[in-house]
């Protein structure tokens, strides 16, 4: 390259927050170095619990998340519900590897007279949902 300044770019795959292009000066006889992070996406759950009965308080959740083929690739700890709601963030939204992670939901104590509650969700979206859990 000639001497001057250089705008570099690279070009990433969607797994990734995104990358902002860098500026380098190219000097005569000498190596520019330009560093690029990759970072995963990452994103929350949140889940909002209701009750006929109106109880919102102890009910505990579980998380885990697993690869397209169902290994589990990931155990979260377990969270209880404080005035209806528990939270986990900073969960990637693909494996290393660059698989899209599953996310699956448990209620852990519910009631004889509640119904458990399962969910399977998926992170890749920009945009994360809160969820209202309900009695059937």
């Known amino acids: ?27 005569a006889g000498k190596t520019a170095l330009v560093t690029f992070v990759n970072t995963l996406k990452k994103g929350q759950i949140i889940i909002k619990k209701s009750a006929e009965d109106g109880e919102q308080n102890n009910f505990t959740f579980g998380l885990y998340s697993t690869l397209s083929d169902g290994t589990v690739y990931e155990t979260y700890d ?11 963030g900073n969960l990637p939204f693909y494996a290393p590897d660059g698989q899209e992670l599953l996310y699956v939901i448990t209620e852990e104590n ?27």
């Not at 377990?78 to 986990?88: C, P, Q």
């Open 1 to 27: 390259l000639k001497p001057g300044t250089y705008k570099v770019s690279e070009k990433t795959s969607s797994n990734y927050t995104n990358v902002r292009d860098k500026t380098v000066i190219v000097e």
């Open 78 to 88: 377990d969270k209880v519900t404080a005035g209806g709601l528990v939270s986990w």
């Open 110 to 136: 519910a009631p004889v007279n509640r119904f458990p509650v399962l969910f399977f969700l998926h992170l890749c979206c920009h945009l994360l949902p809160v969820f209202s859990i309900c009695p059937l």
